[in-house]
């Protein structure tokens, strides 16, 4: 009995700190979101987009969006990995598009709005608590930047990337962070599957290492999304490009765009592929192709995930008026 009540008492205020919380991102996300939205707008030269558009055949706009799309249904399956290893019930009709929606905005606007003040509001509204929660979030972050370690250290390590001669890494210095990349990759395989100790209790959260075979799907996933996502370049420059120098610039671009916190990598991945670039392609063809990958990859899935929002945030609220009401 006594344990009981020392339980109910310190769930209460963590209970009312999370609604504060709660209510304060909830205003946070009602100002941030809309006036992030308006500064990508107002910044975008739209007349450029549709000019670079126009270049392109629309069977290769059509495929451009099927690759893109198909990126973004590998990049919210995150998400469905994640209700494994947290055991959370939310159905997936309910978990695709909520990551979806956040992926989008993470993309776009910054990863502290989409990556993490969305996810939570979105997730919480649905009854998951906030020790959930961050379990997802970093499942999610663990899987991407995996596939990001493994893709990179494979393309770094055998060379396929050729750099700049004024770049001072040189090509040893980048197969040392293929290889790296590797070895941190294999640790945490390792980790998951050899280690003795699987649980550990940190500040309230549970932290527990997932199975081999869980660790591999995360790398794999991973991985896949990224390639996706440089298919997408691929296709919009010359034949003559090469799949896996792509990929390694884009790799080198997103961390580029870590690095200077700027939403989208904007300017950011643009500059790393002209300066990759250039001396196989005209800077005109290159700034097409980018401009092309921004409209395709960023703001399509953009318009929809908006929409997507207010149809998420109209069910939650419908939800919530249902379990009051019993």
């Known amino acids: 009995m006594t344990t009981v009540g020392t339980s109910d008492a310190t769930r209460k205020p963590g209970a009312r700190k999370w609604r504060l919380l709660s209510r304060f991102l909830s ?37 451009g969006i099927g690759i893109s799309l198909a990126s973004y249904v590998v990049f919210s399956s995150f998400d469905l990995l994640s209700r494994t290893y947290t055991g959370h019930t939310l159905p997936a009709r309910q978990v695709l598009p909520l990551a979806f929606v956040c992926y989008a905005f993470n993309l776009n606007l910054g990863s502290w709005v989409g990556g993490v003040a ?11 608590d906030i020790a959930t929660i ?6 999610s972050l663990i899987t991407n930047w995996l ?15 050729e750099l700049p001669e004024s770049w001072s890494i040189g090509a040893k210095g980048l197969r040392l962070c293929g290889v790296l990349l590797l070895l941190l990759s ?9 280690a003795p100790k699987r649980t550990w209790h940190w500040r309230g959260h549970r932290i527990s290492l997932p199975s081999l075979r869980f660790a591999l799907l995360q790398a794999g996933l991973g991985a896949l999304n ?12 010359p034949e003559q490009a090469f799949y896996f120098s792509v990929l390694g610039i ?55 995930a908006c929409a997507a929002y207010l149809v998420l945030e109209k069910r939650a609220k419908k939800m919530q008026a249902r379990t009051a009401g019993r």
């Open 27 to 63: 205003l946070g996300l009602l100002i941030l979101v809309p006036l992030m939205l308006f500064l990508l707008v107002r910044n975008l030269d739209w007349q450029e987009v549709k000019q670079a558009l126009y270049a392109y055949s629309p069977g290769t706009l059509l495929a």
């Open 134 to 139: 961050t379990r997802i979030l970093s499942m």
């Open 226 to 237: 990224w390639m996706l996502m440089a298919g997408v370049i691929y296709l919009l420059l």
């Open 250 to 304: 884009l790799l080198i671009s997103s961390i580029a765009g870590v690095i200077t916190h700027i939403p989208a990598g904007l300017g950011v991945t643009e500059a790393v592929f002209m300066a990759m670039l250039q001396h196989q392609f005209s800077k005109g063809t290159i700034l097409a192709a980018m401009i092309g990958y921004r409209a395709l990859y960023f703001l399509v899935p953009l318009g929809i």
């Open 186 to 194: 294999f640790a945490y395989l390792s980790a998951c599957a050899f």
């Open 118 to 128: 969305l996810r939570y509001r979105l997730y919480s509204r649905l009854g998951l």
């Open 147 to 161: 596939g990001f370690f493994v893709l990179g250290g494979v393309i770094f390590c055998l060379g396929l990337l």
